[in-house]
């Protein structure tokens, strides 16, 4: 079993900036892709950003794209997720994701097997 361990959350205002973080708690579990999903009050849970870890390959939702920026160590199994320019409509729980396995699709929640508990970020106006 794998944990991920999330941090970094907080509350901001618009234009600011956070850095969320995410660890695995154990090691050399030797995930295919690491990923960072968010889920907004009475919104299903969304894409946000991925990292696939064999060519470090980097994919962004249209929403967050040249605002958010997702990075990793892959000897630490960590992921990180800056966010700059915040915007209200960025506040959500946000959830860091990994999975073992290939697909061709890390941008949907149904093809990563760990999930963090997720972390706050609230932007207000």
């Known amino acids: 079993q794998v944990q991920l361990v999330e941090s970094g959350g907080g509350l901001v205002q618009a234009g600011d900036s956070l850095r969320l973080s995410c660890a695995a708690l154990?090691?050399?579990?030797?995930?295919?892709?690491m990923g960072w999903f968010r889920q907004a009050p009475g919104k299903e849970r969304e894409f946000v950003a991925t990292l696939r870890w064999h060519d470090d390959d980097t994919y962004y939702d249209d929403s967050v794209k040249g605002r958010f920026t997702i990075s990793g160590d892959k000897a630490k199994d960590t992921v990180w997720l800056q966010m700059n320019s915040l915007e209200p409509e960025d506040t959500a729980v946000y959830y860091c994701a990994a999975t073992l396995y290939y697909s061709t699709d890390y941008t949907q929640s149904e093809n990563y097997d760990y999930w963090g508990q997720g972390t706050q970020v609230t932007v207000s106006s």
């Open positions: 154990k090691r050399t579990y030797g995930p295919k892709a």
